[in-house]
Each structure stands twice: as structure tokens, then as C-alpha cells.
């Protein structure tokens, strides 16, 4: 990688997360400058630009590419998107930071990690969670010898209502290619995987049901459109899914992801281990569960202080990485394909009734 120099960034997608995040955070960045934001809403780049401060607008991102020639590139837009954008961002010599998921086949997102390779550019994932002081907080524990071997963890996201974009892209099949699975799923799996130090999966068993959103029930209030029930609003996604994940070396997860259910708001992560076991909270809590003297042990972790929040973190481990720091923490290519490989066996398993061996 190149040593610390000016990161030319553009963003293609002007949805929420862009507002809200990748350009503010990237703005914060002292080594990195927002040059561009593209959509096909025009509109909208428009006033998120304005907002934001970013000089240069499109709603054709190959366009950006050949004039503003970033050498970051976010790919923030609907999912069946992700390949061809990032690829054309690789190809034209950009690092490139992609929503999740990173594709929505594991051979796609094969095709899209050679090509990174290909140029010598970086291809990463911004499954952010990871970065919380939780996470970080039993990833340290795990380092460090605290679990022992774990060899269980079950890795939950429930919403009670949260069904994002309602009758938006996030709804649509043929844009989104999936539902809860595919939008917090990823997120929820990277915080077992992290944790467990990303095991190769081998049989996967998998189940999806959508209840709420045919019905316009269990809507949340965040996706960039937001449309009221209608006979008209598309739902045709999974608002729910529960899979079972056995690994090469016996290990196994349990994963459960909802957009909106009838059950309390529920964003856990917890890992079973030969000499201890914990509970990780969504934000706020590590509880550590062991033996000590041939008595039950139970200690709430104080959690350190975090300078930004999760999405702060990925980005300057990102741009260090980029700046030639290997020891930066960011989502490789090896645990981004290991993501899609259990959501499309998942999926799979789901729509054909049977157990997936990878």
C-alpha cells in the first residue's frame, strides 16, 4: 500500500448512510477529502452535497470515475449494484469501501475480490459493528485466552419494528436481493465470526418467513425512501431469518435476524467456551460468565473509552491500512467471502427445504 499521502474519496449512493456517515466521517479523515458524491437522484446528491460541502455532483458514476479519478470509492447503493460499481471503481484504481453485502453470490463476490487483486487495490466491507467498544472489549478477552475454546456462540438481531425504506429498494427482491438477511444479517454474523476468528463453515440449515412486511406492518423509520402501506408498496424480501452454521472443526452458531417481530428489541451476541463464556450486548455491555475456585463467576466488563463511534473506526483503520499499517483492522477478503457464503447457504437451504454442505 501507499504511505500516508491524500485520499481523493467519492461516494456513490446519496442515501441516508452517506448523509449521516460516510461523508461526514470521511471528512474527518485529515488525510482523506470527499471530492464527489453520485445518484441517480440528482435531487438528492444535489442536497446532500450542499449539505456536506462536496464541489462535485453526478448521476453517472463512471463518468465520476474518469473526471474526479478517486482513489477511495464507497459504494453505497442498492445491493444488486455492488458488483458492477465496485468493479468499474477497482478497474479504474480506486481502494474500494462497500456496503454490505458485498454481493449477493458468493461467485460474484469471488469475481469482485480477483479483480481487487488484479490491480493491487483493497476491497473492504462495512460491516462496522465490529468496531463497537463491546466487541473490541471480548475480542480482547478471546485474544488473550479468556473463553478458552469456543465452541459454540449463538448471534441474535431481532427488531420488535424496524423494517427499513418501506416499498423502497429495500423491499424489492429484484434490487435488494433479500430482506433481514442480507441487510442486518451480515452485520450480525461478522460480530460471532469475529469473535470466533472466522471458522470455515461446512453445513448450514437455514429458515426465512416474511409475516410483517406483506402486510405493511413492523416499519421502521430510517431507509433513504420511506413510503406509507399501500396496495402498491412491494414487499417481496424475508423480514426474518434463523439458520444454524456447523464448521469444519465442529464448532456451531445459532443466528437469528429480524427486521420486526412480535418479541422485545433484541442485539446480542453470546459465546460459549471451554473456560468462559460471555454475553455482548448491542452497545453497551460485555457480561463474563467463568469458574473461579469451584464457584460461579459473573463480571461486568468495564468497557474503554471510544473515541467516535463504530463507523469512525472502521474508516480510520481503512485509511491507515491503506497508509500501509497491516496491522489496521478491516474486513479482508477472506472473511468478507466467508459472510456470503453462509448467507447464500442460508438462502439456499431455505428456498429448497434441506441442509447446504459447503
Known amino acids: 500500500m501507499s504511505s500516508s499521502q491524500t485520499w481523493r474519496?467519492?461516494?456513490?449512493?446519496?442515501?441516508?448512510?452517506?448523509q449521516r456517515v460516510h461523508i461526514p466521517v470521511f471528512q474527518k479523515q485529515p488525510e482523506t477529502t470527499v471530492v464527489a458524491v453520485c445518484d441517480v437522484n440528482q435531487a438528492r446528491a444535489r442536497a446532500i452535497a450542499e449539505e456536506t460541502g462536496v464541489?462535485?455532483?453526478?448521476?453517472?458514476?463512471e463518468k465520476m470515475l474518469t473526471e474526479q479519478q478517486p482513489n477511495i470509492v464507497v459504494v453505497a447503493t442498492p445491493n444488486v449494484f455492488h458488483k458492477p460499481m465496485a468493479t468499474a471503481a477497482l478497474e479504474a484504481g480506486a481502494h474500494v469501501l462497500c456496503e454490505k453485502p458485498v454481493a449477493l453470490t458468493y461467485a460474484d463476490a469471488q469475481a469482485m475480490f480477483a479483480t481487487a487483486a488484479a490491480h493491487d487495490r483493497v476491497l473492504t466491507v462495512g460491516t462496522h459493528f465490529r468496531f463497537t467498544a463491546p466487541m473490541q472489549a471480548a475480542k480482547v478477552h478471546a485474544?488473550?485466552?479468556?473463553?478458552?475454546?469456543i465452541y459454540a456462540a449463538r448471534t441474535v438481531w431481532q427488531r420488535r419494528n424496524g423494517i427499513p425504506g418501506y416499498g423502497s429498494w429495500f423491499t424489492n427482491q429484484d434490487l435488494a436481493g433479500g430482506g433481514a438477511l442480507?441487510?442486518?444479517?451480515v452485520h450480525t454474523l461478522d460480530r460471532a465470526l469475529y469473535i470466533m476468528d472466522y471458522p470455515k463453515p461446512k453445513r448450514v440449515t437455514g429458515v426465512m418467513f416474511a409475516e410483517f412486511g406483506p402486510r405493511g406492518r413492523g416499519l421502521g423509520g430510517w431507509g433513504a425512501d420511506i413510503f406509507q402501506p399501500s396496495a402498491n408498496a412491494r414487499f417481496d424480501v424475508d423480514d426474518l431469518a434463523w439458520a444454524q452454521v456447523v464448521f469444519e472443526d465442529g464448532v456451531v452458531l445459532q443466528f437469528q435476524v429480524a427486521w420486526a417481530a412480535n418479541y422485545p428489541?433484541?442485539?446480542?451476541?453470546?459465546?460459549?467456551?471451554?473456560?468462559?463464556?460471555?454475553?455482548?450486548?448491542?452497545?453497551?455491555s460485555v457480561d463474563l460468565y467463568s469458574m473461579l475456585n469451584g464457584m460461579e463467576v459473573k463480571t461486568e466488563t468495564q468497557l474503554p473509552?471510544?473515541?467516535?463511534?463504530?463507523?469512525?473506526?472502521?474508516?480510520?483503520?481503512f485509511v491507515r491500512r491503506l497508509n500501509g499499517d497491516e496491522k489496521a483492522d478491516i474486513v479482508t477478503p477472506q472473511q468478507a467471502l466467508v459472510h456470503v457464503q453462509i448467507v447464500d447457504a442460508i438462502t439456499r437451504s431455505a428456498v429448497e427445504g434441506r441442509e447446504i454442505v459447503l
Do not use: M
Open 265 to 284: 428489541e433484541t442485539f446480542v451476541t453470546e459465546l460459549f467456551g471451554t473456560e468462559g463464556g460471555a454475553r455482548i450486548g448491542g452497545w453497551d
Open 182 to 185: 442480507l441487510d442486518i444479517g
Open 9 to 18: 474519496v467519492a461516494v456513490i449512493g446519496a442515501g441516508t448512510i452517506s
Open 55 to 61: 464541489a462535485n455532483v453526478y448521476g453517472d458514476y
Open 305 to 317: 473509552a471510544q473515541k467516535g463511534g463504530s463507523y469512525d473506526q472502521l474508516i480510520a483503520n
Open 143 to 149: 485474544v488473550n485466552g479468556y473463553f478458552g475454546r
